[in-house]
């Protein structure tokens, strides 16, 4: 065994869980290995006051473990919020596997992970992520209870995707009747960022009621799926972000509201249902407001999954669902008057509201 000598440059990763920018006093972080699988895991578990931390997992082929690492920080720390603001009785939490979701993920992977997942005795309950499907959440319900999105045939609320859809649908809705003084989003030139379960269903929303959908993705030939089924435009040039258009919505991965994009981008409303759309929450939500263009949190407006799903642990059937999830326009309106009201940033207004939930109940919890 050798020691190596760290140069001062590397020091800083001396500290690679705590001294993470996207650490925000998480209670736990959980490393899972697998030799016989080839696992490698991360949960995240940043805040159980409201409840068990329930989340997504996502498997995604990371550049690196700190890549990894980072998502993991940020998504359970937006899950926190997302349940907080949702008014469910839910804490915040999230986990990533490392891979290749099309190559690498096996049953007996998933079975492995569900086990790890179980060991922590209900305090992370799973679900379905990108890279997910209802039919892993299936196979990770074979080894533990504490997972949720599985199939209706199993007793589970199935799919999240198209209520997540449906709900980003009225958050995007809220801000153009706060933007526009009227939430009808026909002829509107909506560019939609990511072709996935979710954003297939907003697409599908949105040229139902007559709005101009363009279209972008990693994949060629979901583009072409997508535009055949519901007839929207393909983006074919190089910078998206410096496209005309009236509203913007990320639908894949998240930060691509950051310094590269941020004075590029030409739309008045941002609704997507893509997580930590800002790269750095402060700094971009506050050119969003200094620039005029209305950000609809996504924290806020994606939460139609964990409203599907939260059914499962409740029993509230799919009319509460809907119910629930069309409330996102209410909260959604009332948030971007608070911020305008305020002065706030509407991630800041948002934000605040979910912190004053989570800190009530802190101080009910301690009498």
């Known amino acids: 065994m050798t020691s190596e000598i760290i140069s001062s440059k590397e020091l800083k990763k001396i500290d690679p869980v705590f001294g993470q920018h996207s650490?925000?006093?998480?209670?736990?972080?959980?490393?899972?290995?697998?030799?016989?699988?080839g696992l490698k895991a991360i949960i995240g578990i940043h805040n159980t006051v409201l409840g068990p931390a329930l989340g997504g997992t996502r498997m995604w082929?990371?550049?690196?473990?700190?890549?990894?690492?980072?998502?993991?920080?940020?998504?359970?720390?937006?899950?926190?919020?997302?349940?907080?603001?949702?008014?469910?009785?839910?804490?915040?939490?999230?986990?990533?596997?490392?891979?290749?979701?099309?190559?690498?993920?096996?049953?007996?992977?998933?079975?492995?992970?569900?086990?790890?997942?179980?060991s922590l005795?209900?305090?992370?309950?799973?679900?379905?992520?990108?890279?997910?499907?209802?039919?892993?959440?299936?196979?990770?319900?074979?080894?533990?209870?504490?997972?949720?999105?599985?199939?209706?045939?199993?007793?589970?609320?199935?799919?999240?995707?198209?209520?997540?859809a449906y709900g980003v649908f009225m958050g995007m809705k809220a801000a153009?009747?706060?933007?526009?003084?009227?939430?009808?989003?026909?002829?509107?030139?909506?560019?939609?960022?990511?072709?996935?379960?979710?954003?297939?269903?907003?697409?599908?929303?949105?040229?139902?009621?007559?709005?101009?959908?363009?279209?972008?993705?990693?994949?060629?030939?979901?583009?072409?799926?997508?535009?055949?089924?519901?007839?929207a435009t393909i983006y074919g040039g190089n910078d998206i972000y410096s496209e005309d258009m009236d509203i913007y919505a990320p639908c894949a991965l998240g930060a691509t509201i950051n310094d590269d994009t941020i004075y590029k981008?030409?739309?008045?409303?941002?609704?997507?249902?893509?997580?930590?759309?800002?790269?750095?929450?402060?700094?971009?939500?506050?050119?969003?407001?200094?620039?005029?263009?209305?950000?609809?949190?996504?924290?806020?407006?994606?939460?139609?999954?964990?409203?599907?799903v939260y059914a499962e642990l409740e029993n509230y059937d799919r009319q509460e669902i809907m119910r629930k999830t069309e409330n996102i326009y209410n909260t959604t309106l009332e948030i971007l008057d608070n911020a305008k009201v305020n002065n706030l940033t509407t991630h800041n207004a948002a934000l605040n509201i979910a912190r004053e939930r989570i800190e009530t109940r802190k101080r009910e919890n301690l009498k």
Not at 23 to 37: A, G, P, R, S, Y
Not at 65 to 78: I, K, P, T
Not at 147 to 152: H, K, R
Request: proline share 2%.
């Open 265 to 308: 981008l030409k739309a008045s409303i941002i609704a997507g249902a893509a997580n930590n759309q800002l790269a750095e929450e402060a700094k971009h939500g506050n050119i969003l407001q200094e620039r005029g263009i209305v950000y609809a949190p996504d924290f806020l407006i994606n939460a139609g999954g964990i409203i599907n």
């Open 23 to 37: 650490f925000d006093d998480h209670e736990q972080i959980v490393f899972c290995n697998d030799k016989d699988t």
């Open 121 to 164: 005795s209900g305090r992370y309950i799973t679900a379905e992520d990108v890279g997910m499907a209802t039919a892993d959440m299936d196979t990770v319900r074979e080894v533990t209870p504490y997972v949720t999105g599985i199939s209706e045939s199993k007793g589970g609320a199935g799919n999240p995707s198209p209520i997540t």
């Open 176 to 231: 153009a009747k706060f933007k526009y003084g009227s939430d009808i989003l026909e002829d509107k030139n909506v560019f939609v960022q990511g072709i996935g379960n979710v954003g297939e269903a907003l697409v599908e929303h949105l040229v139902n009621e007559g709005a101009n959908v363009t279209i972008a993705d990693i994949s060629q030939d979901r583009l072409e799926e997508i535009r055949a089924k519901y007839g």
């Open 61 to 118: 082929n990371y550049a690196n473990e700190w890549e990894a690492l980072n998502d993991v920080l940020r998504l359970s720390r937006g899950m926190t919020f997302k349940s907080a603001i949702t008014g469910l009785n839910l804490g915040g939490g999230k986990a990533v596997i490392i891979g290749d979701a099309k190559t690498q993920k096996t049953p007996e992977l998933m079975r492995r992970f569900g086990e790890f997942v179980h």
